[in-house]
């Protein structure tokens, strides 16, 4: 196992730490999370959650590029790197919506979105073709995770002048995680459906 490829398990162990952490029930065995109060409550697990999640963000962007660097790019560093962005992302839309923070179409689109892709690329790769990331992909995903680091931070600091960005973010990337579906389904269906 290469380097990149731990850099991923690592992120995977992240992402587990912060469902854990959001969805433990603290109280139930009497121990109190307390909310920081200031110009907004904040609760300390999603401050707590949102730090593990910038750092499992940035060692995203760090295995791809030192695998791609240093041609240690393999087929179970991908496997796993596509799975730790699923774990990193998508129980995290379910838990925020289950709160009320976000609405619960912006999970559903976006899990449907990642099984449609998945199911595109496995078709292709089946057929020995390759489907390469594309650009509304790219911008779904990283609108994606500004909106979700902010609502993570409770929209600090634009909450103090009363503007969601957050919700900007988050609702631009389920818009996004449609246009880049069918995208994906319109440059890749000769693949899907071809013999």
Request: hydrophobic share 60%; charged share 15%; aromatic share 10%.
């Amino acid at each position: 196992m290469n380097f990149p490829t731990k850099l991923t398990v690592v992120r995977i162990i992240l992402a587990i730490m912060i469902l854990v952490l959001l969805m433990f029930p603290f109280d139930a065995i009497g121990i109190s999370i307390p909310v920081i109060r200031t110009v907004v409550d904040m609760d300390l697990r999603y401050i707590i959650a949102g730090v593990i999640f910038l750092i499992a963000s940035f060692t995203d962007f760090l295995d791809g590029y030192l695998a791609r660097k240093n041609n240690q790019v393999t087929d179970t560093g991908k496997m796993l790197d596509a799975i730790a962005d699923k774990i990193l992302v998508n129980p995290v839309l379910i838990i925020f919506a289950a709160e009320g923070l976000i609405h619960p179409v912006v999970p559903v689109i976006v899990v449907v979105r990642d099984i449609v892709v998945n199911t595109i690329k496995m078709e292709a790769a089946a057929k020995g073709k390759v489907v390469a990331a594309i650009q509304s992909g790219k911008i779904k995903t990283a609108s994606l995770m500004i909106g979700m680091v902010l609502l993570f931070f409770s929209n600090m600091p634009f909450e103090l002048i009363n503007i969601r960005v957050d919700l900007f973010f988050i609702y631009f990337a389920t818009l996004m995680s449609l246009i880049s579906m069918v995208q994906y389904y319109s440059l890749n269906k000769k693949i899907i459906f071809g013999k």
